[in-house]
């Protein structure tokens, strides 16, 4: 099932919101492939989204995290209505509101 992501600022929260339900978390791990969805034209708030089909983890533990490490930074632009990265696998969603591309760590 699609699921949309986007920050929730007053919050201070992510959103996971797909046809049955809506939650929040404060970090999230989507482990797969998304794509930016956007809505330039809406009349009141145009908006960004990031759409998977794939697992999206909430608040996931530490041990999970060192398995990955940060590529680039995924960047909204909410002047333009616009992503820097238009997909690509892997993301995390941290809790100070940032968004990174991730893999999984090479093992020595």
């Known amino acids: 099932m699609k699921s949309k992501i986007y920050r929730c600022n007053c919050r201070k929260a992510w959103s996971i919101q797909n046809r049955k339900l809506k939650t929040t978390a404060r970090t999230i791990l989507l482990h797969g492939e998304w794509a930016a969805e956007l809505k330039p034209d809406?009349?009141?708030d145009p908006k960004g989204f990031i759409a998977t089909n794939q697992t999206?983890?909430?608040?996931?533990?530490e041990e999970v995290m060192v398995q990955f490490e940060k590529v680039a930074k995924l960047l909204y632009d909410k002047e333009r209505v616009d992503f820097n990265i238009p997909s690509g696998k892997d993301l995390y969603f941290a809790e100070d509101g940032a968004c990174y591309i991730i893999r999984k760590r090479k093992n020595s």
Do not use: F, L, Q
Not at 56 to 61: A, G
């Open 56 to 61: 999206i983890i909430m608040n996931p533990e």
């Open 42 to 44: 809406r009349k009141t």
